[in-house]
């Protein structure tokens, strides 16, 4: 019982549930690894008695969590409103700037509903006013039934959800209490700091967050492409920037598009082969170089070595050849070796004094975490791109050793600086291009779920992570092992003890140029599943974040950067993250194979039935492409790489039906005129049948746009699948450039079928503001 009480007071949970059956208890070495992880002590019960009665004695003692959200124009959580009469609050606000917000005292008396003070009423009855909620009210983030509660936090302000209590005033009435002696702060990331009588101190992050994210301008369509397959005649064997933004220019002027989302850019571990899995990266706050339109580059028209630049043009030109015309793979390190040399010859053309002042304001800007990118890309450089495998004092990013390698490896540092400088600018093009074409949202970037254990971010924000733990997925119906990602998770525990610094920054970057930020396993704001190194992911457990506050960060930098914010909410979803997510703005991701009505007939959801508040698509990059789902070739493709778990038959069967339930469906609604067995007609119906429901934005894959029927990855495969390596192809499986795409007239067949979201309103540029 002591372990169980431990690990829920640190949000580690010792059972899970499933979606259907019975809570599955948490192996207890896995319990303990997980809070060792977390810096707690449970290898013995001794152990677990004396870090139990510190938590206890911490959590009894304490006056503020260490975060309070308050959400503006929303009542005050609890945990302001329950201070003692007579404490002073102070609020650091992040920005030095702003008018200082004067100093207030929690009154004797209590704020009734319009804010006048009550003296005749003492403070405890406001706090059981404020405090009580109605029978049966769940707060956000709630865990399913069998899991274990996590350990409070900050607090939720529910807008209309306190109640007086009776005898106290305003008895039976549902009006929020906002007390008249809170002077509401700008939103930001402050720092709290109370003094209670008696003289009790205290500390907290304080985050004042709008109440939701911006929403789209207006509803709309747009391409989901994953860039390095989409190639151009200037592309260098991959797709660039330079090809998004003239996707961008293109589909939003010629087809009234609202946006582009494409995969994520982060920075990749170099490798020998690169993993090229954009969901695994070195550093997710710094986008990746090999992705630079290198003839864009300002300097580039300066080189001196003409000569040595048009031989690396030829051989980039070669290598675009194999891929479009001789059924070669994407070869990012061979792309990454030719950009590489011509951009060390471009480096040596000085900057203008008005480039050079650009530059040095994005170092300020950036400051130490791009210093520390930097910096273990030179030092990867030297001794390989895994810091565990570096010598030991260099492992350490802020040791004596690693600060003399700093002053050694100076002028490689500034090479991979310039690179992320040179990078943020053709973001910032790719985005603009996008705006100026009419475009309401722009380009969606994606952020990824975590990083590889051994690139720039593991390295540099070592204190932030949880060492020995990986994140994955507990079993479900599709896979009965579980999953682990291999991605090390943040601790719960640093990242607020830091005020979110390094989630604000990772925000902050990727949302610079950014119209929309999808965040890849939304869920992983709320808790994700640990797995203890050695372990299988069947024995990992879910950790709690605070997900009040990691929506509230969200939420805030969004509203700074002007930008929407799509969730992917697919899976295994715990009960009330999706109402969480949409009441802070955040939209969510509905998939048409995957929407039945799941509660009842088990039928296809009917088009009115889907919600609004989604970004609605027919099939992802995780997932077979049209043509391939609608003729079964994704199932006879898993047969023959030995991923069915059932035998081919029965799958094909199962697989037949769904189809066929889905055809018929959209033949009764009218939706199908070209029959059942037109594979086009049915690939125009399924875009038809989204352009019925009220989602809000529209998603095609590009890829369907053609009759391309491979799918761009297939989980639960290694190297028997070219996984993120096959450019945009044909229904042939012929490779399409940018250009013949932008011609193609199966494509403009089917965006005809979207035409009526073309008209909306132009988009709102510039940033939203407090």
Known sequence: MGLTRLAALHGVATSHSPSAGPAIPVPDGTVVAVLAALGVDATTPE??????????????????????????????????????????????????????????????????????????????????????????????????????????????????????AAGAGDAGTDQPVTPAWWTEPPLGVHRLVVRAPGGRTAACTLVVAPPRAPRPPARGHGFLVQLYSLLSARSWGMGDLGDLADLAAWSGRALGAGFVQVNPLHAAVPGDPTDPSPYRPSSRRFPDPVHLRVEDIPEYGYVADRGALDDLRQSAASLTDTVLYKGALIDRDAVWELKRRALELVREV??????????????????????????????????????????????????????????????????????????????????????????????????????????????????????????????????????????????????????????????????????ALRIDHVMGL????????????????????????????????????????????????????????????????????????????????????????????????DLPSTAARLAGDHVTLRHRLGLLTRPLAVEAAADATDTAEWLGHLSRLGLLPEGESDEEGAVRAVHRFLLRTPARLVGVWLPDALGDRRPQNLPGTWDQYPNWRLPVADAEGNPVTLEELAAAPRLHRLMEVLAPLRKGPRPLHGPARE
């Open 47 to 164: 152990a677990v008695r004396e870090s139990l009665a510190a938590a206890e004695s911490a959590a009894r003692s304490r006056l503020l969590p260490p975060t309070v959200v308050v959400w503006a124009g929303e009542p005050l959580p609890p945990a302001l409103t329950a201070l003692p009469p007579g404490t002073t609050l102070d609020i650091r606000l992040e920005d030095p700037g702003s008018p200082p917000v004067p100093r207030t005292h929690v009154p004797a008396g209590r704020a009734d509903p319009v804010g006048r003070a009550d003296p005749a009423a003492s403070q405890s009855a406001v706090l059981r006013s404020v405090v009580s909620q109605p029978a049966g009210s769940q707060s956000v983030g709630s865990r399913p039934a069998g899991s274990q509660p996590a350990a409070p936090r900050s607090v939720v302000s529910r807008p209309g959800g306190s109640r007086s």
């Open 350 to 515: 000085p900057l203008t004094p008005g480039r050079r002042a650009a530059y040095c304001d994005f170092l300020a800007e950036q400051g130490r975490a791009l210093e520390d990118h930097a910096l273990w890309c030179a030092l990867a450089e030297v001794h390989g791109p895994d810091w565990h495998a570096w010598p030991a004092a260099l492992r350490d990013p802020r040791s004596r050793e690693t600060a003399r390698a700093r002053g050694e490896l100076l002028d490689r540092v500034d090479f991979h600086c310039r690179l992320a400088w040179l990078t943020d600018d053709q973001l910032a093009g790719a985005q603009r291009a996008a705006l100026d074409a009419g475009m309401s949202v722009g380009v969606v970037h994606d952020l990824a779920v975590g990083v590889h254990p051994g690139g720039s971010d593991s390295w540099a924000q070592q204190d932030a992570l949880a060492h020995g733990m990986s994140v994955g997925a507990p079993p479900d119906a599709f896979n009965a092992r579980g999953q682990d990602w291999g991605l090390p998770p943040w601790r719960p525990d640093a990242l607020a003890a830091s005020g979110y610094a390094p989630y604000r920054g990772l925000l902050r970057g990727l949302l610079a140029h950014a119209g």
């Open 526 to 621: 709320f808790r994700l599943w640990w797995v203890p190194e050695g372990r299988p992911p069947t024995e990992g457990t879910y950790v709690g974040h605070d997900a009040e506050a990691m929506l509230a960060v969200l939420v805030l930098e969004a509203h700074r950067a002007g930008a929407v914010v799509l969730g992917e909410d697919l899976g295994t979803v715990e009960p009330g993250v999706r109402e969480a997510l949409a009441r802070r703005g955040v939209l969510g991701t509905s998939v048409l194979w995957f929407e039945r009505d799941w509660a009842d007939t088990g039928r296809p959801l009917a088009p009115e039935r889907w919600r609004e508040d989604c970004l609605a698509t027919v099939t992802t990059h």
